[in-house]
């Protein structure tokens, strides 16, 4: 059964050559019960990211928040930034800001770059409230440094929460 299916894919019809003359039309080409499939190729999923997210897990389960050492956890979408410091051991946000918030974008609002930078003197402010004076670690999310993220993390590095 296997050799007929290698021939009926060999000599039944080719994209480069075109169908073969009747000299090698074989019966079992001709019954409506054969299929030809055709070769499906699937690529992978963006690798970088599925690296970036394999990565994140990984930093995860090596760094874990602490009440008086969070992990801060940044993610930044096409139009906005999101900011959290998570404490892992009880499981809970101990601060969140993003872009959208009306009380950092302010009235009349701002762009998401300066919207971005106020997020991180918000964070700046949470943290001196909450007496944190140490990170466990920046978890970006594999996200790009973009002009956001650049924005977010100028307030954080001259506090000194990150390393310049």
């Known amino acids: 059964?296997?050799?007929?299916?290698?021939?009926?894919?060999?000599?039944?019809?080719?994209?480069?050559?075109?169908?073969?003359?009747?000299?090698?039309?074989?019966?079992?080409?001709?019954?409506?019960?054969?299929?030809?499939?055709?070769?499906?190729v699937e690529a992978r999923a963006n690798a970088r990211m599925e690296s970036a997210k394999i990565r994140n897990r990984r930093m995860r389960k090596k760094f874990n928040g602490t009440p008086t050492k969070p992990r801060l956890s940044v993610f930044c979408?096409?139009?906005?930034?999101?900011?959290?410091?998570?404490?892992?051991?009880?499981?809970?946000?101990?601060?969140?800001?993003s872009t959208l918030q009306k009380s950092i974008r302010g009235n009349p609002p701002c762009t998401t770059i300066e919207a971005a930078g106020r997020v991180g003197e918000e964070?700046?402010?949470?943290?001196?409230?909450?007496?944190?004076?140490?990170?466990?670690?920046?978890?970006?999310?594999?996200?790009?440094?973009?002009?956001?993220?650049?924005?977010?993390?100028?307030p954080i590095s001259r506090h000194g929460f990150l390393a310049q």
């Open 123 to 154: 964070l700046i402010k949470a943290c001196i409230e909450l007496n944190v004076n140490e990170i466990s670690s920046y978890d970006g999310n594999g996200c790009n440094h973009g002009e956001r993220m650049q924005a977010f993390e100028i």
């Open 77 to 97: 979408s096409e139009k906005q930034l999101y900011a959290m410091l998570v404490d892992d051991q009880n499981k809970k946000c101990l601060f969140y800001g």
């Open 1 to 40: 059964m296997a050799l007929m299916k290698t021939l009926a894919l060999q000599f039944k019809a080719c994209d480069f050559f075109g169908t073969y003359p009747k000299l090698f039309n074989f019966p079992y080409c001709q019954s409506r019960s054969f299929f030809f499939q055709p070769l499906v």
